[in-house]
């Protein structure tokens, strides 16, 4: 099951900053939701744990972070994939661009565009939840990385 | 005959027992000591197992054991089969992948067996089995046929390159072209069968027990035909010979088709038992059913009619492809090859018809037989295609369909059916007179004032049931005949008991068979008992699909009534001193051809147990006959349905106004029942033509797996039926009975699109036609009515 979804968020902080940000293992740690263990495993790669609940199934997904793409400090693109056992898998991307504020406003904006894909038990809980709760996690992570942000 | 014999419409004797909750289900057997399994299904469509991890699931509480394909292949139980070889046109036999009941090595769509786990609990079970781990290597996967096909596409089974089973034709290319060359008009039309989920109410189980000390096996199953269970596990399987295992069948409720087939899972459940020693259980949740119940339909169909200037048809081209899904289910490979395309002359008099079909693998789940199971499908064509073409020759579709009906029977159509008796006429004038379609027009009118579609839809349907001929269906691939046993035993005091090779999951076969034993030995339907379902009581069956209960299993009983009543004469003939040609049996009272001499049927049975009044030696004791009957031609039940829709085209919601059903199902032992039977399969047909649609996403996920997401009818979609009968009596057994089971599944889906297509008019809509379907096809209408 097949899902998109995107959104831009204001952040009070330059590009430059947001772009470490974006690639500081311990803030993405914080930032993806239910997410328990982030390990680097190489430059650009991590292992994660991430325990999600939806709907009536809470799974723990095993799998590994991918960033690729990488163009400082304008965006680059992260991507995922979970094993959950019985609950099925979960996998996606999004690709994150950086621009200056509008109106020369302090700041950037944050785009993203996401696509998702879930399988298994958690695919045929129906799209009517599924689709909310991968549109609330997205909305989840982008919200915490704000808030990241914000607290400098 | 007492108000209990044939034609009766006797209250069903089993709903007692069902609406107080005294069935026995599958899932209300419980053997002592009995464990609990779960299957770990593939969340992929399509994978490699790289590996399995056990360890820690067989650390959790109450696990009893777990196994794998492997464990099953160490044990040399064979896969699961399909009982059907079908040709290709080049002579080659089908290619049917290997079909494992545990996945060895590579999964071929999602809810395909990975492991079963088997516990103290069921929920000890499912904790388990969410610590196994397994290390799947994602392959891509084909989910359309189109895909499936595609050059380069993944293959699923080495086998099969390109996906394909079978490049299957019937009938005469070159008369069929001919036919199309002296065309006067040639309609096409590009038609979808849209696939389905079975959901039966019950979900299918199992038990499985041995018994060490005796070395025998029992299963329970959710079975349409235990003792093809029984055979196929033993003959091809090999979980242990005919007369080590006993397969039971209890009550069953509803099937469907979807039960006719041997499973992973019931396989898993016997054949675990004696592993771990215990008697094993399992039961379906329901999405289990929406993933592992062999589905239905799904075809995808190009079809052209050459028809001359008055609208006589002249010939048929029909080319489908068939999902056949990821392995070939047990009878899948005859449903869309000889169970369709002989229908596709439907009730016309068609001089040439050539049909190719080609099976298709997919990373889906297996298809086969759905009610109806290839005549609807055919139907779908035939019914949607005449349609079609009626409008396009503007003639009115009624009289279109009866400038081409079959009137002279035997009628020997170009695609193997030899039709043996109808009046195709008849049902359709009964039909108009019912739907009053003389003022469809003022109907239309008035509906058009509240700013509403109106539209009539015909179905002149015609199916083969009484399946079937063995020699006839052995001819054109079948592994097994398809016969059908009966046993009649009378007990000392009279009653009856009957055994039957017929199953009932719903049909009413405790009422109906006892109707004709009624009707017969002039006792009353209370003291006849109907045993079924048990292959260690029953002496042998074909058990219950393709509407063969009525017309193959009932000729079967009538069979072993007549030698009832021949023995019995004997015995009366006896006690009365008499020759037993003088013998006259009648109202359940044998007497003596012109004296006042008479006795009873139950004194008779006394004195056939007793056995004082004959010498043992010149006639046997007892009352008790068997007989097997194999049909000498398939029936062919036949009839007009009339739908009538209202849509609204701001919401695209269609509402069914009227719905008028004629059906020719021969002679009727229980009219109550045969139109419980209409009214069930036009529920079921309206479901697949408004509502019902199985959906895999692009990656093969079943994304319709719940009724959140997959609409089965209620009773707010549906109208109050206008049922009525005519009747020929069929000509190829005793009772002149045609089978009434699939009609109504079979006759509505054509109906209802026909009359959704009259009001939008045009034909640009397939099923389900859900109200976004339809308002988007009646947005479609606006722009061209005004370019009009």
């Known amino acids: 099951m097949a899902m998109t979804m995107t959104g831009e968020v204001a952040l009070p902080a330059t590009r430059e900053t947001v772009w470490v940000k974006l690639n500081d293992p311990a803030v993405l740690k914080a930032c993806i939701p239910g997410c328990e263990i982030l390990d680097k495993t190489s430059e650009t790669g991590f292992s994660a744990v991430v325990k999600l609940k939806i709907g009536p199934v809470s799974a723990t997904f095993k799998g590994s972070v991918e960033l690729s793409d990488l163009d400082p400090p304008n965006g680059y693109r992260i991507s995922g994939q979970g094993e959950g056992g019985v609950a099925g898998f979960a996998k996606g991307g999004a690709t994150v661009h950086l621009t200056d504020a509008p109106d020369g406003a302090e700041g950037c904006v944050l785009s993203y565009n996401v696509e998702a894909n879930v399988g298994g038990k958690i695919a045929q809980l129906g799209a009517r939840l599924i689709d909310g709760v991968a549109k609330k996690t997205a909305d989840q992570f982008f919200n915490n990385f704000a808030n990241a942000v914000k607290a400098g | 005959m ?210 060490s000390g005796s070395g025998g096996f029992t299963l329970y199953t959710t079975s349409q035909n235990p003792h093809v269970a029984r055979l196929v596990l033993s003959a091809f399987i090999g979980i242990a010979p005919e007369h080590k295992l006993r397969v039971i069948a209890p009550d069953v409720g509803g099937g469907f088709g979807s039960k006719i087939f041997i499973y992973a899972e019931e396989t898993v459940c016997v054949w675990a038992a004696k592993k771990v020693g215990r008697p094993v259980k399992w039961v379906a949740d329901r999405t289990e059913a929406f993933l592992s119940d062999a589905h239905g339909r799904d075809h995808v169909t190009h079809a052209e009619m050459a028809l001359d200037a008055s609208g006589k048809i002249l010939g048929l081209r029909v080319k489908t492809r068939a999902n056949l899904g990821a392995y070939l289910s047990t009878f899948s490979s005859c449903v869309p090859t000889y169970l369709y395309a002989p229908l596709l002359s439907g009730q016309y008099d068609i001089p040439a018809i050539y049909a190719e079909v080609d099976g298709i693998y997919t990373n889906t789940a297996p298809v086969d037989a759905y009610r109806g199971a290839g005549r609807p499908e055919a139907t779908f064509v035939i019914e949607r295609m005449v349609e079609v073409a009626a409008r396009e020759m503007k003639q009115d579709p009624a009289e279109f369909r009866r400038r081409n009906f079959v009137r002279n029977f035997p009628h020997q159509t170009p695609v193997i059916m030899c039709y043996d008796a109808g009046d195709y006429d008849a049902s359709m004038t009964k039909a108009l007179e ?84 009624s009707e017969r030995l002039g006792i009353s339907i209370d003291n006849v008992a109907i045993i079924h379902g048990d292959t260690d009581k029953v002496q042998m069956g074909m058990g219950t699909y393709g509407s063969r209960s009525g017309a193959v299993g009932m000729s079967a009983l009538s069979k072993a ?107 009727v032992i229980n009219p109550m029942i045969v139109e419980g039977q209409v009214h069930g399969g036009i529920a079921q047909g309206v479901g697949q033509a408004l509502l019902e649609g199985a959906v895999y996403d692009a990656n093969g996920q079943l994304v319709t797996a719940s009724y959140m997401d997959y609409a089965m009818p209620r ?30 599944a079979i006759a509505a889906p054509p109906a209802v699109m026909n009359a959704i297509t009259d009001a939008l008019g045009h034909e640009e809509i397939a099923m389900p036609a859900t109200p976004l379907a339809v308002w988007r096809a009646a947005q479609r209408l606006a722009p061209r009515a005004a370019a009009e």
């Open chain 2, 2 to 211: 007492s108000g209990t014999g044939i034609g009766a419409r006797v209250q069903r004797k089993e709903d007692f027992r069902f609406i107080t909750g005294k069935g026995q289900y599958t899932d209300d057997v419980n053997c002592y000591g009995q464990a609990h399994a779960v299957f770990l299904r593939s969340p992929h469509a399509h994978a490699d197992i790289v590996s399995i991890k056990l360890d820690a699931a067989r650390d959790m509480a109450g696990v009893v054991d777990i196994f794998t394909g492997d464990d099953l292949a160490a044990d040399k139980i064979g896969g699961l089969i399909c009982g059907w070889m079908i040709h290709s046109k080049d002579g080659s036999p089908m290619k049917a992948g290997a079909h494992p009941a545990l996945a060895q090595g590579k999964v071929r769509y999602v809810g395909d067996h990975v492991a079963v786990v088997i516990a103290e609990t069921q929920a000890q079970a499912r904790d388990a089995m969410e610590k196994i781990e397994v290390d799947y290597k994602v392959l891509s996967p084909v989910v359309s046929m189109a895909d499936a096909v595609r050059a380069g596409a993944p293959v699923l089974h080495d086998v099969a390159p390109h996906n394909i089973v079978y490049n299957w034709s019937l009938g005469d290319e070159a008369a069929a072209d001919a036919a199309f060359a002296t065309a006067a008009h040639v309609t096409k039309l590009d038609i979808i069968n849209n696939r389905l989920v079975p959901n039966a109410m019950e979900p299918r189980a199992a038990v499985g027990d041995y018994n």
């Open chain 2, 715 to 744: 009773a707010d979609d549906l109208p109050s039926y206008d049922v009525g009968m005519t009747q020929t009596a069929c000509p190829s057994n005793p009772l002149g009975i045609k089978g009434c089971g699939e009609a109504g």
């Open chain 2, 561 to 667: 009534l007549d030698k009832i009543e021949t023995k019995a004469k004997k015995v009366a003939g006896f006690v009365l001193e008499a020759s037993p040609d003088d013998i006259e049996f009648k109202d359940g009272k044998f007497s003596v051809r012109g004296t006042d001499k008479e006795i009873d049927f139950a004194s008779v049975a006394l004195q056939a147990y007793i056995a004082h009044k004959f010498n043992g030696q010149e006639l046997e004791p007892g009352l008790k006959e068997s007989a097997f009957w194999d049909p000498t031609n398939f029936t062919f039940p036949a009839g007009v349905h009339i739908c009538e829709v209202e849509i609204d085209p701001a919401t695209g919601v269609t509402r069914i106004d009227r719905w008028t059903a004629v059906d020719d199902f021969g002679n």
């Open chain 2, 434 to 517: 019912m739907a009053d379609y003389k003022n469809i027009g003022a109907r239309k009118a008035a509906s058009a004032k509240k700013g509403l579609l109106r539209g009539v839809g015909f179905s002149a349907y015609i199916e083969a049931c009484g399946i079937a001929p063995s020699a006839a269906v052995g001819s054109l691939g079948a592994g097994v005949g398809l016969w059908e046993s009966a046993e009649v035993r009378v007990n000392p005091v009279g009653t009856v008991e009957i055994l039957t090779g017929s199953h009932s999951h719903g049909q009413g076969h405790e009422t109906t068979f006892a109707q004709l034993v």
